[in-house]
């Protein structure tokens, strides 16, 4: 594809003379002269140019204004502009090149120097192009595997919650609708997406514990004992103590990492933190659990 070059110029007969330079280059550009500003600021919000070559000096709006307004708009502030100026004023060039112009041409051009300016420019934004397009693609590929990372966890904290409904069956699809619940209700209470989010993956986990309590309590037919009842409350605690405890798979990839001095180190996991949240008290606002009487341990002595 051709590059689509812009020249702003209000003399025409620069802009005239500029095309009968650039005639050896027809074949590789796509070249639109205008001499009046305020139409080719129309031009280039409209049209996407690859480089745009502004004279200094025009009326009502100033070369410097033109570029100005194209770095302060998002769409086209990375479209290469050259300054063409007649005049030797060092901080009007200094000024040009804040605002951020690509180079600075004085006028008259000759056609060589022109040519090596603006294939200049456009390989520069050649390369430019370029390396957005390779950020964007990495973007997106980041984006697709956080996406299928997360559905895994989500996936396998599911099925984690699962474990519990098939030692109890009269609970049927409860993990499933906890979750769906609990998100309803968060978004209804105005929490932040995040904290909602969280709590959908982690509330299938709030029966984990039940692992750890006994048949014989757990599938009991009829009302619990006040000792049985103790017994039963406990799933909180044991599934506070599996979802807190330190996996041993993060030991063994610290040392295979090579990262002595992180191993057995307690990492933050605000998933699992928030799925295990006991709803017992704690002995002065610390760790250790206050463990009611009657609870023997069953799976954890």
């Known amino acids: 594809m051709k590059s689509r070059i812009l020249f702003v110029d209000d003399s025409r007969q620069v802009l005239d003379g500029v095309q009968r330079m650039l005639r050896e280059k027809a074949g590789d550009w796509s070249i639109t002269c205008c001499d009046d500003p305020c139409e080719a600021w129309d031009l280039v919000q409209a049209a996407p140019f690859d480089a745009v070559v502004l004279d200094v000096k025009m009326p009502r709006i100033s070369g410097l204004e033109l570029l100005r307004r194209m770095k302060a708009e998002v769409s086209i502030r990375d479209v290469p502009v050259v300054m063409l100026t007649g005049l030797g004023d060092r901080d009007?060039?200094?000024?040009?090149?804040?605002?951020?112009?690509?180079d600075l041409l004085n006028k008259p051009a000759e056609a060589e120097d022109l040519i090596a300016r603006i294939e200049s420019v456009l390989r520069i934004k050649f390369y430019e192009d370029q390396l957005k397009e390779h950020n964007l693609r990495l973007e997106r590929e980041v984006r697709e595997r956080t996406a299928d990372l997360f559905r895994s966890r989500l996936d396998v904290v599911w099925r984690l919650g699962k474990v519990a409904?098939?030692?109890?069956?009269?609970?049927?699809?409860?993990?499933?609708?906890?979750?769906?619940?609990?998100?309803?209700?968060?978004?209804?209470?105005?929490?932040?997406?995040?904290?909602?989010?969280?709590?959908?993956?982690?509330?299938?986990?709030?029966?984990?514990?039940?692992?750890?309590?006994?048949?014989?309590?757990?599938?009991?037919?009829?009302?619990?004992?006040?000792?049985?009842?103790?017994?039963?409350?406990?799933?909180?605690?044991i599934g506070e103590r599996i979802l807190k405890e330190n996996a041993q798979t993060e030991i063994i990839f610290d040392r295979i990492a090579g990262n002595p001095e992180r191993t057995g180190a307690k990492r933050k996991n605000p998933l699992l933190e928030m799925a295990a949240r006991s709803p017992w008290p704690t002995t002065s606002g610390g760790t250790e659990q206050v463990i009611p009487e009657g609870w023997q341990a069953t799976a954890f002595p």
């Open 92 to 102: 009007l060039k200094r000024k040009a090149l804040q605002l951020g112009a690509t």
């Open 165 to 237: 409904e098939h030692r109890d069956n009269e609970t049927g699809n409860h993990v499933i609708r906890v979750g769906c619940m609990a998100r309803a209700v968060a978004e209804r209470l105005g929490m932040d997406r995040q904290f909602t989010e969280t709590l959908f993956v982690a509330s299938p986990l709030h029966d984990i514990g039940k692992v750890g309590i006994p048949d014989a309590i757990l599938l009991k037919n009829g009302p619990l004992s006040p000792g049985e009842r103790h017994v039963m409350m406990q799933h909180c605690w």
